[in-house]
């Protein structure tokens, strides 16, 4: 596995030269391009780790995945697929369009923007410091670490360069889909995209997801079977937005990127995978990565569909 590994980073880093950084974020357009790294865990708590594999970028959208678990946890099912949907669409991650034509005026799924911020105004904890506390505690057990933290100087970035976000919360407010107070829901969103991760770290919550919610670093259950099975469906379906449906020919893996650079793969029963390349292709995921990904799945035999 480590020799494969080294192998198809080192031959994956230089596509990264075909995409770009993120440039809508000021500080996401700080990342250097030619980062590249990619770690596996398996079932068992074996790690195999090449590149630049410990550094640390920011979870973006992956964090889409923490939050959409810790709803299915507290609120249960019924709660959180009334009021968001579980349908795979071809637009992009921010897209406000299809919100409007649509009725219901329901957020198609919890992997796109949206679904999002909806899901984290489900969250049942008071007030902004409780619900990002709860997702910062979710994040570190589901991936082995003693805390996880976010990164004051994206979250601030992220702040205030939101105005796709605003959009799209107000809009989903003044249609009746999104209760509570949207400036605080907007706030936990912004902080979660900022949680700082590394590919390691990311390729430990693949395989607690993998393994049906038991960490197998720790041993700990970390969130029930159901849940990490239908976070897993929505994985495979959603997670790469408009690119899901290539992904899932190409890859057959379920699977969630963030802008940041990330992406994380979980391979039901075997393993995580992650890999970290911050340069994006169109739709917002890494150039390198998803080639990276779908060279693991092929020559490490982890495709599952
Ligand atoms: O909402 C945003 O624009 C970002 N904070 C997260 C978007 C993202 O990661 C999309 N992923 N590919």
Same mark, same amino acid.
């Given at each position: 596995? #480590? ?25 996401? $357009? ?7 790294? $990619? ?13 630049? $594999?410990? %550094? ?6 992956? $964090? ?8 299915? #946890? ?25 919100? %409007? ?35 910062? %505690? ?21 702040? &205030? ?9 107000? &809009? ?40 049906? *919610? ?5 041993? #700990? ?38 802008? *940041?650079? *990330? ?35 092929? %020559?490490? *035999?982890?495709?599952?569909?």
């Amino acid at each position: 596995m #480590q020799q494969l590994l080294d192998q198809i980073v080192k031959e994956c880093a230089p596509l990264s030269e075909a995409g770009h950084v993120a440039d809508y974020i000021p500080e996401l $357009a700080k990342a250097n391009p030619k980062s590249f790294g $990619a770690a596996v865990t398996d079932k068992d708590g074996k790690q195999w780790a090449s590149g630049d $594999a410990d %550094e640390t970028f920011c979870l973006e959208s992956i $964090a889409k995945v923490v939050s959409l678990a810790l709803a299915l #946890q507290l609120r249960g099912f019924d709660d959180v697929f009334d009021r968001v949907g579980r349908s795979a669409i071809a637009d992009p991650f921010n897209s406000i369009m299809r919100l %409007e034509m649509d009725s219901p005026h329901r957020p198609h799924n919890p992997m796109i923007n949206s679904g999002a911020i909806v899901v984290v105004s489900l969250l049942p904890q008071e007030g902004v410091e409780a619900k990002i506390g709860a997702v910062l %505690e979710l994040c570190a057990v589901l991936s082995g670490q003693k805390i996880a933290e976010v990164v004051e100087r994206v979250y601030l970035s992220e702040k &205030f360069t939101s105005d796709r976000n605003r959009a799209l919360a107000y &809009f989903l407010r003044s249609v009746g889909s999104l209760e509570g107070d949207v400036e605080d829901t907007l706030d936990v969103y912004f902080r979660m995209c900022s949680i700082g991760t590394t590919a390691k770290q990311l390729s430990v919550l693949g395989a607690t997801l993998a393994c049906n *919610g038991r960490n197998p670093l720790t041993g #700990q259950d970390v969130i029930s079977p159901t849940v990490a099975r239908t976070v897993r469906a929505l994985m495979m379906t959603c997670g790469m937005y408009d690119g899901s449906g290539e992904f899932a020919v190409d890859v057959g893996i379920p699977a969630k990127s963030g802008v *940041g650079g *990330g992406i994380v793969g979980t391979v039901p029963g075997r393993a995580g995978l992650a890999v970290y390349g911050p340069s994006l292709d169109e739709r917002g995921n890494s150039v390198a990565g998803v080639a990276a990904m779908k060279r693991l799945s092929l %020559e490490g *035999g982890f495709r599952v569909i």
